[in-house]
């Protein structure tokens, strides 16, 4: 057996319960593969992240994230619960590497920002006031939605394809593609068919104008027979990119999400120079020690 720091962080929000909760095993270097699906597919969060030295000399720490039933090369609920955690061990440390498990060498952020090692390369994250804000990685695809996908959308949202304003790819990682309805209240209407995704990560956004935010965002996810996600960092940072860049919203708005599954979620979108900013707040509300097996037994 093998003992672990082990934090579960509530993300974008600053209220306990009302974001997107997050698992994270500190000092996870000697943990296989499998005992980190096993763990993951055990807590059965979104994801479940897994903290380790970096092997970039660039980097704070690496992280590794999972679904219940996958890797995932980055996810942005993820970076800044578990960078959340990061930071939060050393100061609980008091400031010491050797006292904190999976800090980088340093101790220390570097340069002001921490910047994160992940699957899909270095993430530089920032201290935004009270919350922590993350720099959105490069789109791995994005562009023009084909009809025929689109259509595959309208079925598994069990809208019109005519109800469809904007559609766009924002595939940072998780396979993310994009739809624009016209009202919040028509998105929050919406009820899926998980079963007729079929593979797609479709995130959904509508304008919300008077709201205390100016986009409503929904995401649907068709892993482990579908789920609607809580509040998701590297679907609004997609979002942002096509959002800001088509013109559909200012370079500075609020975004909510999770109202459906009677969450709170608030996700602040910046854009700095050449930098989009995906940021909100995190609030631990778990802390303890995980005691893993050795080995994981295979099932059968």
Known sequence: MTQHAFTQVDVFTDTPLLGNPLAVVHGADALSDAQMQSLARWTNLSETSFLLQPTDPAADYRVRIFTP?????FAGHPTLGSCHAWLESIERAGGSAGGSAGVSSSGRPKGGQVV???GVG???IRRDGARLAF???PLR???AVEPQVLAHIARALRIDVQAIRASQWTDNGPGWVAVMLSSRDELLAVRPDHV?????AIGAVAPWPGGDAQFEVRAFVADAGGYEDPVTGSLNAGLAQWLIGAGLAPPKYIASQGTVLQRAGRVHVEVQGSDTWIGGHS????RGELTLADAVATAR
Do not use: I, K, N, W
Not at 69 to 73: D, G, K, N, S, V
Not at 283 to 286: D, E, G, L, Q, R
């Open 69 to 73: 039933a996958r890797e995932l090369p």
């Open 116 to 118: 994160q090692q992940c």
């Open 122 to 124: 270095l993430v530089r």
């Open 135 to 137: 720099a959105a990685p």
């Open 141 to 143: 695809r994005s562009g």
């Open 196 to 200: 007729a995704m079929q593979g797609l």
């Open 283 to 286: 609030v631990t509300c778990v």
